[in-house]
């Protein structure tokens, strides 16, 4: 039951350029939607939120985009750096769901070519 | 940010044996623990949640005599891989909480076990 979905397991660009990761989910139960980026070796730590009241919630070089309608949602990073360089796994929770149980993609390996 | 440890990082074991994995956090109590399993490509899954002194509550679909979680402390909590067989080979992650809020759930680095 894959109610996350992040359909591009990898995604290359080059230093400067903006980076675009995609997530849609399927229950529109959910109301609270974030974004974690894992290193190798280590576990996910959170990066950005945003509610479902809102469209877009932007933190610095990372902004999160929230379409309802189209039950979907998107990550942009720009300028993307080398170190940004991870997996990025979106979630979400909210509806039936336990305060902080959360629903994940399967994640995306964003590389970022200097 | 707040730190959350796992134990071992990398396990192999024989069909049949009961491997524990520990989870930790380091410095905050963690009212809520959870325990999740990830399949290569796949996303993670929610296996239980824990919360300090009372029984763990298991995803459907999720054997609870199998997977045995042990949250003995505010600091602490503990999976049992009993009788594990090859299937159970995996990638399996807790993240514990302080309940301020989803932002506020922090990972362990991840456990992976082989089973032979």
């Known amino acids: 039951d894959q109610q996350v979905k992040q359909n591009s397991p990898s995604l290359s660009v080059q230093e400067g350029r903006i980076s675009i990761l995609n997530c849609d989910y399927t229950?529109?139960?959910?109301?609270?939607f974030l974004w974690y980026k894992k290193y190798p070796a280590e576990g996910p730590t959170f990066l950005i939120s945003i509610s479902s009241i809102k469209d877009k919630n932007e933190d610095g070089r990372f902004t999160v985009f929230l379409n309802k309608s189209a039950k979907h949602l998107s990550l942009h990073i720009v300028p993307s750096q080398p170190g940004d360089s991870a997996v990025y796994f979106c979630a979400a929770k909210g509806g039936i769901y336990n305060n902080n149980d959360m629903r994940f993609g399967a994640g995306t390996r964003l590389t970022v070519k200097p | 940010g707040a730190v959350v440890s796992q134990h071992p990082s990398r396990v192999i074991c024989k069909s049949g044996t009961s491997v524990k994995i520990e989870c930790r956090s380091l410095d905050f109590q963690a009212t809520t623990m959870f325990w999740y399993r990830q399949f290569p490509k796949k996303s993670l899954m929610l296996m239980a949640t824990s919360n300090e002194g009372s029984k763990a509550t298991y995803e459907q679909g999720v054997e609870k005599d199998k997977f045995l979680i042990n949250h003995a402390s505010l600091t602490l909590s503990t999976l049992t891989v009993t009788s594990a067989h090859p299937e159970d080979s995996s990638f399996y992650i807790c993240s514990a909480s302080s309940g301020r809020g989803p932002e506020t759930q922090y990972f362990g680095p991840g456990t992976r076990l082989l089973v032979l």
């Open positions: 229950n529109s139960m959910f109301d609270y």
